[in-house]
C-alpha cells in the first residue's frame, strides 16, 4: 500500500473518531498538550470533522522595518507560502494568539481554496469575515478583527517547527478538527493512535447503549472485568 492509501485509509478511520476521544488516547500515550487553544470553528464548513496533514506557517511579533504592506510581495510571504500548499492539507499558522490584527483575510482564503486545502487552523483571528465566509474554507481560529497582519505580525517562514495555541506541531504532523477544536498527532505516532481510537469509540458507542438502556456508571464506565467480557462477547457476535 501506498503512503497516500495508508493516509486515505487513517484519515477515513479519523473521521469517525471524536477529538475528546484522540485525547484521551493521546493522553494514555503520555501527551498530554495536543489541543490547540484558541482553534474554534468559525465558518460553517467546519462543522464536519477534517482530517489532514500540517502544513504549517509562522508569524512572530510585528518588527516596523519588516512588518509592512510591502512585505506582501517578498518571496518570503503568506503569499508564496500558500503557493506550496498540497491538496488536501491543514494549513496551521502560528499567529502568537493575537487578537487585534487578523492573520489571513478573504482574497487568500479564496487561494487555498482554489488550490484544495481542506482547512485553515489557527491561534489568531481572521480578517474580512463575510468574504472569507464565502470562500467555503473550513476554518478553525479565535475570531476576526479588521486590522491587516502587518498590525500585530510579522511573517516569517512555512513548513518549520511551530508553536500554535501552545501546542507544538511539526510538518506533516496529523490535525483533526471538529467542533471541539483541533487536536495534532504526532505523525509517528499515527497508525497507533488510529487504531486504538477506533476501538475506544466502538467501546464508548456500546457503553451509551447500555447507558440509554438504564445501566449504571460504576463499573460501566470504565469497564469492570465483567462488562469488559460483555463488551468482548458483544464485538464476537456483530
Known amino acids: 500500500?501506498?503512503?497516500?492509501?495508508?493516509?486515505?485509509?487513517?484519515?477515513?478511520?479519523?473521521?469517525?473518531?471524536?477529538?475528546?476521544?484522540?485525547?484521551?488516547?493521546l493522553l494514555k500515550k503520555g501527551l498530554r498538550n495536543v489541543w490547540i487553544r484558541g482553534a474554534q470553528p468559525i465558518t460553517p464548513s467546519a462543522n464536519k470533522r477534517i482530517v489532514g496533514r500540517a502544513f504549517t506557517a509562522r508569524f512572530i511579533p510585528a518588527r516596523e522595518d519588516l512588518a509592512t504592506p510591502e512585505s506582501w510581495s517578498s518571496?518570503?510571504?503568506?503569499?508564496?507560502?500558500?503557493?506550496?500548499?498540497?491538496a488536501g492539507c491543514i494549513a496551521v499558522v502560528d499567529a502568537n494568539g493575537v487578537k487585534d490584527a487578523g492573520f489571513w483575510g478573504d482574497i487568500l482564503c479564496a487561494r487555498m481554496a482554489k488550490r484544495g486545502v481542506a482547512a485553515l487552523v489557527s491561534d489568531g483571528v481572521i480578517r474580512d469575515r463575510a468574504g472569507v465566509l464565502s470562500t467555503g474554507l473550513a476554518i478553525w481560529a479565535s475570531g476576526a478583527a479588521a486590522p491587516p497582519s502587518v498590525a500585530g505580525l510579522t511573517f516569517v517562514d512555512w513548513q518549520q517547527p511551530i508553536g500554535c495555541g501552545g501546542v507544538a506541531i511539526f510538518p506533516n504532523d496529523v490535525i483533526v478538527a471538529d467542533q471541539d477544536g483541533a487536536v495534532v498527532i504526532p505523525a509517528n505516532l499515527l497508525n497507533?493512535?488510529?487504531e486504538l481510537a477506533v476501538e475506544q469509540e466502538r467501546l464508548e458507542g456500546w457503553i451509551m447503549d447500555e447507558v440509554n438502556a438504564g445501566a449504571a456508571l460504576p463499573g460501566l464506565y470504565p469497564a469492570n472485568a465483567e462488562n469488559k467480557a460483555r463488551y468482548e462477547a458483544f464485538k464476537a457476535g456483530k
Open 1 to 25: 500500500m501506498s503512503s497516500a492509501q495508508q493516509d486515505a485509509a487513517a484519515f477515513k478511520a479519523l473521521e469517525g473518531v471524536t477529538t475528546a476521544t484522540l485525547t484521551t488516547i
Open 75 to 86: 518571496p518570503k510571504s503568506t503569499r508564496a507560502a500558500i503557493e506550496d500548499m498540497p
Open 192 to 194: 497507533d493512535v488510529v
